[in-house]
Antibody, heavy 114, light 109 residues
Framework: EVHFLESGGTLAQPGGSLRLSCAAS????????MSWVRQAPGKGLELVAN???????SYAESVKGRFTISRDESKNTLYLQMNSLRVEDTAVYYC????????WGQGTLVTVSS | QAVVTQEPSLTVSPGGTVTLTCGST?????????PYWIQQKPGQAPRTLIF???YKHSWTPARFSGSLLGGKPALTLSGAQPEDEADYYC?????????FGGGTKLTVL
């Protein structure tokens, strides 16, 4: 059974950095697409970063140049490096697979505030 | 950049049938946009009900089905149950980019 477990969310200062992790079990990251999705309080879902099976990546305009999606296949873990954090990055961050592995984790809360 | 559109809200009677749709400002949506339908109940993580237009996960209730109708992905709920009250999001792929719709709040009343 596929499971994703996010971690790394915490309180951060504007302009600061955080790295989120998504540990996968029952699933091999290599050759599979993965996404980071966030949900600000009371808002809808926003796809933040996407990594397709070819290795190509894409980002929401709101995070382009600040966030980087990557994976460590030896650890079967997906990452989201978040730099130059803004108050508007405050959200629950989820990782999710693609296609038949499109399960979701429970999310990790990132709060950006001074 | 494309914008993905959904009905903001819909209401269905218990036992009734309702169809949610999803559009793109770029034109007709095809299976090549790999439409997903994602359900989210209050206080819970999202879960994918339908992927790649019409494929279901093992946890997807049989009363949900996905299709393409008139150039738009559609999620049909036949025999609505009170527990189906939730927000439903459409997700489309545009090459390597993926975009969510704004979501449809479905009320079962």
């Amino acid at each position: 059974e596929v499971h994703f477990l996010e971690s790394g969310g915490t309180l951060a200062q504007p302009g600061g950095s955080l790295r989120l992790s998504c540990a996968a079990s029952g699933f091999i990251l290599s050759g599979n697409g993965m996404s980071w999705v966030r949900q600000a309080p009371g808002k809808g879902l926003e796809l933040v970063a996407n990594s397709v099976y070819t290795g190509d990546t894409s980002y929401a305009e709101s995070v382009k140049g600040r966030f980087t999606i990557s994976r460590d296949e030896s650890k079967n873990t997906l990452y989201l490096q978040m730099n130059s954090l803004r108050v508007e990055d405050t959200a629950v961050y989820y990782c999710s697979g693609h296609g038949g592995s499109s399960q979701w984790g429970q999310g990790t809360l990132v709060t950006v505030s001074s | 950049q494309a914008v993905v559109t959904q009905e903001p809200s819909l209401t269905v009677s218990p036992g009734g049938t309702v169809t949610l749709t999803c559009g793109s400002t770029t034109g007709a949506v095809t299976s090549g946009h790999y439409p997903y339908w994602i359900q989210q109940k209050p206080g819970q993580a999202p879960r994918t009900l339908i992927f790649d237009t019409s494929y279901k996960h093992s946890w997807t209730p049989a009363r949900f089905s996905g299709s393409l109708l008139g150039g738009k992905p559609a999620l049909t709920l036949s025999g609505a149950q009170p527990e189906d009250e939730a927000d439903y999001y459409c997700l489309l792929s545009f090459g390597t980019t993926r975009l969510f719709g704004g979501g449809t709040k479905l009320t079962v009343l």
